[in-house]
C-alpha cells in the first residue's frame, strides 16, 4: 500500500471528489481543502507529501498560497486550474510550483504528474546529509568537482553557459523551470529578448547530449513557459 499523502486544494466539490477518488484507486493517501487558509493550515499539521492546488480558491488566489508555502517548505506543488494562458503557467511556475496541468485533464496525465513529483522527493531524500558532487541520471553524468558530463560514458564537451544551464536543470530534475528563472539564475537577469538566446543554447545543448535532439528523452519543452530536465528511472519513461 502506498502511504504518501497528497492534500488536494479545489473548492469545486465534483472535481475535488475526482481527484480524491483517482488518488485512493491508486493507493494514496489524502487531505483535502476547501479554501486557501485551509489549505496552509493542512500543509503545516496535515505533512503532506505532494500539494495538488487549484489557483482560483474563494479567499486567496492560489499563486499567493505557493508563495507562502515557499517561504518554509520544499513541497512539491502540483497546480491543476482552468487558467490555461501561458502567462498564468509562468506566474505560477515562478511563484515556486512543480508542475502545471490544465483543467480538463485525464486521470492518467494526473497520476503521471504525481509520480514526477514522487521521483523528485525520492531523488531530494538521496541527497540529504551530504551533497553528492556526481548526478546520474540514465545515461547522463554530471561530475561537479571535475566540471565534466558524460553521456553513456563519454565526456560531452560544453561551453560555460551549456554546462550552466545543464547543472541547473539537473539540481532541479522534474521540475519546470520557466524562462524567466532560467535567464535570471544563469544570466543575472530577465530581458524578453534573451529568451530567443536560451532557445539556441538549448537547441545545441540538446545536440550534445540528446541521442535524437528532436525527440528529446532529457530536456522537456513547456512551450512558451520553460524547460525540464525529467528523471530517468530504470528505462527511459514519459514523463507527461
Not at 511556475?93 to 508542475?99: I, R, S, V, W
Not at 539556441?200 to 524547460?227: C, D, N, W
Amino acid at each position: 500500500m502506498n502511504k504518501t499523502s497528497i492534500l488536494v486544494v479545489e473548492d469545486d466539490k465534483a472535481v475535488r471528489n475526482l481527484i480524491a477518488t483517482t488518488l485512493e484507486t491508486q493507493g494514496y493517501d489524502y487531505l483535502t481543502a476547501e479554501t486557501g487558509a485551509s489549505a496552509l493550515m493542512q500543509a503545516v499539521s496535515g505533512h503532506p507529501d505532494i500539494m495538488i492546488l487549484d489557483l482560483g480558491l474563494p479567499d486567496m488566489d492560489g499563486v499567493e498560497i505557493i508563495k507562502k508555502v515557499r517561504g518554509w517548505s520544499s513541497l512539491p506543488i502540483i497546480v491543476v486550474s482552468a487558467r490555461s494562458e501561458d502567462r498564468d503557467k509562468i506566474s505560477a511556475l515562478d511563484a515556486g510550483a512543480d508542475d502545471y496541468l490544465t483543467k480538463p485533464f485525464s486521470a492518467d496525465e494526473l497520476l503521471a504528474r504525481v509520480r514526477v513529483a514522487l521521483r523528485r522527493i525520492r531523488y531530494d531524500s538521496a541527497r540529504q546529509g551530504a551533497e553528492s558532487s556526481v548526478f546520474e541520471n540514465g545515461g547522463l553524468k554530471i561530475d561537479y568537482a571535475a566540471g565534466c558530463a558524460y553521456v553513456d560514458g563519454e565526456e560531452v564537451h560544453l561551453t560555460p553557459i551549456e554546462y550552466k544551464l545543464l547543472c541547473l536543470l539537473a539540481h532541479n530534475v522534474g521540475k519546470v523551470l520557466t524562462h524567466n528563472m532560467i535567464l535570471k539564475e544563469i544570466w543575472g537577469n530577465v530581458l524578453p529578448s534573451d529568451t530567443p538566446s536560451l532557445r539556441v543554447f538549448m537547441a545545441t545543448l540538446r545536440k550534445k547530449i540528446e541521442q535524437v535532439p528532436s525527440q528529446p528523452k532529457y530536456i522537456q519543452t513547456h512551450v512558451g513557459v520553460g524547460y525540464r530536465m525529467l528523471r530517468i528511472v530504470n528505462s527511459p519513461e514519459a514523463d507527461a
